[in-house]
Structures are given as C-alpha cells and as structure tokens.
C-alpha cells in the first residue's frame, strides 16, 4: 500500500503538506486521525488538514469526529464525518426529547436530496470497519446569522431595504425542509448555523442532517421550532434578549408572554423593539412565544403566513 507521502505526491505533487500521517481505512478510532493523515475510503484519498471548528457567540467548539479534508484525485476540497454515537435530552418546558446522532439517517438524507440545491450534497461510503462515514462536498458561504449581523445597516434601514429579500430566501429555505417533511425526514438540528447563505449564487443552504430524535405528538416540531428561532434572528437582524435590548438603548415593556417557549430568554415579540415591523409578521413570530395559544403543525402553514407578510413589508 502507497504511503501517505506517496499519495500526496503522486496525485497532487505541488501540495505542501508540512507532516505526512499514515493511511487509514478504519475510522472507528477518530480521535486518533490528525493533520497529514490520509483516510482512504469510497474509492478515494483524502487528506486531513484539521478537525472541523463549530463557534458563535462565548464557544468554541471542535468537533473531532469530522475533519477538513482535500480530496487527492479531484483536489476538490471534503468534510469528511466520521461516526460518532452521541444521546441527549432536551428540555422544551416540561418535555424531555430523546435526541441523537445518525449517520444512517443522515445518509438517507444525502440521498434523498441529491441534486437539489437547497441543501449541502454529499454520499455516503463504507470505511473497512464498515463505518459509515459521510463525504461532504464543502459549502463556500456564510451562515445566516452572521450574514444579518454583518450587514451595515441600522434595523429601520436593514428592515426596509433588505429584509424583504432575505424573508423571501428564508421562505423557500423553510420549503425545502417541508419537502423533507414531506417524504417523513425531518432535518433534526434546525439552528442558526445551519441555514448557509453560498457566496457565489447567494442560495440558502441546508447543512448538518445528523441528528434525530424521538417524538411521539408533532414528530416535526423541532424542526418546526427551529425555524421560528431563525425566523426571529433575521427579523430582528440578531437574536435579541433583555441584554440585547438594554445594550441597544431601548425599554421595552416586556413580560413572559413575549418570550420564546423554547429558548427562553429570547424575544420573540419583536414588534415590541421595532414598531414598523408588520403585524402579520409579529404574528407569525408569536406561534413561538411561550403563552402561544395556536402553534403550526406543518411548515406549509408557516410559509404561507410568510408569504403574506411579504406583501406587507
């Protein structure tokens, strides 16, 4: 079996690499797999340059069970996601959901929309172990949250020049994860870091389907959550919590009601910060809040609320 230095110089000889690993086949033990290393599997050479790198605001965290990778054959730039077995609950007020990683759920995924631009594309391959390790073609963007956050503007401005725009990509955004629905996938981690905005085509993508979760009343409300928060942090150009609201100068009446049911010390009652924002919106911001009184069983409901909101803006 070629080396890993033999590898990198036969199908990418002008690479500088500055320390050569050894090949893997077997991925079972990831933690062991570093820079320099070589995994071969599905047919290909992949070289690792690092553990993949997962922040936002006060964290940081790495996720050593995918790596940052270079495909030797094509050069093409991978993220390979290794198998790693994790469960966890999570506390939605007095509910508890069972909630863990699939690699075989994500690779139904990758199947189901492969093709379909809306969402990250990759394939699954079987290691030597017969891991099933996912290969995951690198997305060039920025995610979401961060694209609002960026945009240099103050809220009235962002809200009238911009937001229109980006409301309607996050309305087709929300239609993709309806198509999942739709089939019986459920994404399973909707967050603000998984919503890609691609540099060169501007389309919003779907990344990360790992995760599942036990549910036994709307198996899609997770998800459906998920886009409530989203829909808040591009509504609001940031998510915003007492803190945020003092920092920004503003005094607000808030009370319990205008809260998120699931991360609770966010606002979902947006109108309250920013009165312009339009009542059919802060409506469909409120399905979210914690004294909801009607919540949506489907995101073809959310969207057609979105959609009505366009033409108020």
Same mark, same amino acid.
């Given at each position: ?6 590898? +990198?110089?036969?199908?990418? =000889? ?17 933690? /062991? ?19 993949? +790198? ?11 069970? +995918? %790596?940052?990778? +270079? ?9 390979? %996601? ?48 017969? *891991? ?17 956050? &960026? ?39 909707? *967050? #603000? ?24 009343? &709307? ?40 809260? /998120?049911?699931?991360? %609770? ?5 947006? %109108?309250?910060?920013? =009165? ?5 919106? *802060?409506?469909? #911001? #409120? ?23 366009? /033409?108020?803006?």
């Amino acid at each position: 079996m070629p080396s890993a230095r033999e590898l +990198v110089e036969h199908f990418q =000889p002008g690479l500088k690499v500055r320390r050569f690993g050894r090949v893997v086949n077997d991925t079972s033990e990831f933690m /062991s797999i570093g820079p320099g290393d070589v995994i071969a599997v599905g047919g290909r050479h992949h070289l690792v340059h690092r553990d993949a +790198v997962e922040e936002g605001p006060g964290y940081r965290d790495t996720k050593y069970w +995918v %790596k940052k990778c +270079v495909e030797l054959e094509s050069g093409d730039p991978k993220l390979l %996601k290794l198998v790693f077995h994790e469960r966890f609950d999570l506390q939605y007020g007095c509910v508890k959901i069972r909630c863990y990683r699939s690699p075989r759920k994500e690779g139904r995924i990758l199947d189901l929309v492969r093709g379909d631009a809306r969402f990250m594309q990759g394939r699954t391959a079987r290691d030597a172990a017969g *891991n099933r390790v996912r290969i995951i073609d690198i997305i060039a963007g920025k995610r979401i949250d961060h694209v609002v956050a &960026n945009i240099r503007a103050d809220h009235a401005t962002y809200f009238r020049d911009r937001f229109p725009a980006i409301l309607a990509k996050f309305a087709g955004a929300c239609e993709a994860i309806g198509h999942l629905h739709d089939r019986g996938e459920r994404h399973g981690d909707i *967050n #603000l870091d998984h919503l890609m905005r691609e540099y060169a085509t501007g389309a919003y993508r779907w990344i990360d389907f790992d995760y599942a979760y036990e549910a036994s009343a &709307n198996p899609f409300a997770l998800d459906l959550f998920g886009l409530g928060r989203l829909l808040a942090c591009i509504t609001g150009k940031g998510m915003h919590t007492a803190h945020t609201v003092r920092e920004l100068g503003l005094a607000p009446d808030l009370d319990r009601a205008d809260f /998120s049911c699931v991360h %609770k010390n966010e606002i979902m009652n947006l %109108k309250k910060l920013y =009165p312009y924002v339009p009542e059919s919106l *802060n409506r469909t #911001l #409120l399905h979210f809040s914690h004294e909801a009184e009607v919540a949506y069983d489907a995101v073809a409901e959310l969207v057609t609320d979105l959609r009505g909101s366009l /033409s108020d803006l």
